[in-house]
């Protein structure tokens, strides 16, 4: 199995989305895995994070991609914290990517 490929899309317990430049910068940036829920590579691929407060791994879970999921996320994310915007309509999964607002790029 190969590494996440970035930007990489996580959300955590509250359904806040967070897009983040690579697999070390969000690894580094997330403080409590505990808190993670769902997560995808920028191929769309499902992650799993493990490890301890300060030491959040990413991993792909070996599933299939799941752009549907992934959008269907990033919808809801915007229907509850960015009201009034709309989400990316990229048809294509690197267009639909690219307008998402990111942290820390």
Do not use: C, K, N
């Not at 490929?5 to 997330?30: C, N, T």
């Not at 409590?32 to 959040?56: I, Q, S, V």
């Not at 309509?89 to 690219?98: D, H």
């Amino acid at each position: 199995m190969t590494a996440p490929v970035g930007p990489v899309i996580l959300f955590d317990d509250e359904s806040h989305m967070y897009v983040l430049r690579d697999q070390a910068f969000a690894e580094a940036w997330w403080e409590m895995p505990d808190e993670y829920t769902r997560g995808f590579d920028a191929l769309a691929r499902p992650l799993r994070m493990t490890g301890g407060p300060h030491e959040a791994r990413l991993g792909l879970t070996g599933e299939e991609p799941d752009e549907a999921e992934l959008r269907r996320l990033v919808a809801g994310h915007y229907q509850r914290y960015l009201r009034g915007q709309v989400p990316p309509e990229g048809t294509a999964l690197p267009e639909f990517l690219a307008a998402l607002p990111r942290e820390g790029m």
